[in-house]
């Protein structure tokens, strides 16, 4: 089936400091990837919808220039927290969508930040 | 707008007795409906989906869930549940052009006792 990774799948950084979280599909091409967000004991938040070759969207409430997003490859997107904060600290899940129907969207096993 | 309501935040239930998720959604549309199962250190993995059609699908590991369209509902079933399917499971919609972006609930965490 199709595999997506997400590394890395724990960080700790320092207040202040950037941290840059990949996720890759490892055997299918995925033109459009998702970040989500997701607080101990809640839902998955969206955060963006990462195309390939163009700019992410942002969900309602999501600051572009906190996180960013590149998805320059059509096995890689990245996001990057940007001056990282304590409010910061989540895990971040990301999927990969194969080909145009919803139901094909294969998740990452998610990173872990923490930030100090 | 488009939400997504799972009433039970925890469910214990014996091993070998039958279990029902609830999942109730609020969508303007005819829903692409979900289900997901998240186990601690992996990713979130499809059981089943529903697009259209038969409103009783089947999924993977013998989970089963019916879309009932009055009640806004799509709950999740499995006649005799295993030790191996306590995790967290969580219903979403497709929103959005094509039903790509996903709205999700806050799950459910089932136990399974012994």
Known sequence: GAVVSQHPSWVICKSGTSVKIECRSLDFQATTMFWYRQFPKQSLMLMATSNEGSKATYEQGVEKDKFLINHASLTLSTLTVTSAHPEDSSFYICSAMLGGAAYEQYFGPGTRLTVT | AQSVTQPDIH???????????????????????????????????????????DTLVQGIKGFEAEFKRSQSSFNLRKPSVHWSDAAEYFCAVGAGQAGTALI????????VSS
Do not use: D, H, M
């Open chain 2, 11 to 53: 469910i214990t239930v014996s091993e070998g007795a039958s279990l029902e998720l609830r999942c109730n959604y609020s969508y303007g549309a005819t829903p692409y409906l979900f289900w997901y199962v998240q186990s601690p250190g992996q990713g979130l993995q499809l059981l089943l989906k529903y697009f259209s059609g």
């Open chain 2, 104 to 111: 999700f609930g806050k799950g459910t965490t089932l136990s």
